[in-house]
């Protein structure tokens, strides 16, 4: 469930045009690329739909949705461990913000600024200025918002074929398998060529490290048990 921008405003379901998000994480502190088309407004406060468009009492018509990498949208819709970032509209300089989230004792205390959301949610005028400029957009599936980021198009007959293989990873207390490869494959993405924490470029993160372990077996495991350190 998401935390609203501002608490206890007014605001309605505005109209305006149709518009796509990413392609990267509007989160200024991630580099991933978008994976999902995230509502500041959770649907229960849009009469359980989709809403693209709000306008907020005082303020005027903003877009309802920005994108986020699937890590940063679980961190503002507390699915996993509780909230740990909020987006929250500063009116004053009429700007976005990611921040992060304090609890204490279950009750929301404070949200401490963690910087300006990148890029800002659209408004109609901008979205039309967009377009008038011939700017490239990214696509979003208009079922589950996934984004299909814009890149140049490729024959079929050059296309590689790929499939998933998957890794079981502990999911408990003591260990969140998942989130200790993501940060693992984070930091070592922008030291190889071709690779990125995406789902496709993981790939080429995997391969290099795997394979460099396998050069040196013997060296490999004396770094693993602390020999010679």
């Not at 999902?36 to 468009?53: E, F, I, Q």
């Not at 929301?108 to 800002?120: E, N, S, V, W």
């Not at 495991?221 to 602390?226: M, P, V």
Request: hydrophobic fraction near 35%; glycine fraction near 8%; include cysteine.
């Amino acid at each position: 469930m998401t935390l609203p921008p501002v608490d206890g405003d007014l605001m309605f379901e505005a109209t305006g045009p149709s518009y796509t998000v990413g392609p990267r994480c509007a989160n200024p502190n991630c580099s991933n690329w978008a994976d999902h088309a995230h509502h500041l407004w959770r649907r229960s406060k849009t009469g359980n739909k989709p809403v693209d468009w709000i306008e907020i009492t005082d303020y005027g018509v903003v877009g309802n949705k920005v994108g986020l990498c699937w890590r940063c949208h679980r961190d503002v819709t507390g699915s996993v461990g509780g909230y740990r970032a909020a987006i929250r509209l500063d009116r004053l300089n009429r700007v976005f913000q990611w921040c992060l989230v304090v609890e204490q004792h279950g009750v929301i205390t404070d949200y401490p600024f963690a910087g300006l959301l990148d890029p800002q949610p659209p408004t109609p005028d901008s979205v039309a200025l967009e377009r008038a400029t011939g700017q490239p957009e990214s696509e979003a599936c208009p079922t589950c918002g996934h984004i299909e980021r814009a890149r140049p198009s490729v024959p079929s007959s050059q296309r590689r074929a790929r499939k998933s293989w998957i890794v079981l990873v502990p999911d408990d207390e003591q260990e969140h398998g998942a989130e200790v490869l993501d940060s693992l494959v984070e930091q070592l993405a922008p030291l190889i060529p071709n690779a990125d924490a995406s789902r496709t470029g993981r790939y080429y993160v995997l391969v290099p490290v795997l394979a460099y372990a396998a050069m040196a077996p013997h060296r490999f495991i004396e770094t693993l048990t602390g020999v010679g350190a």
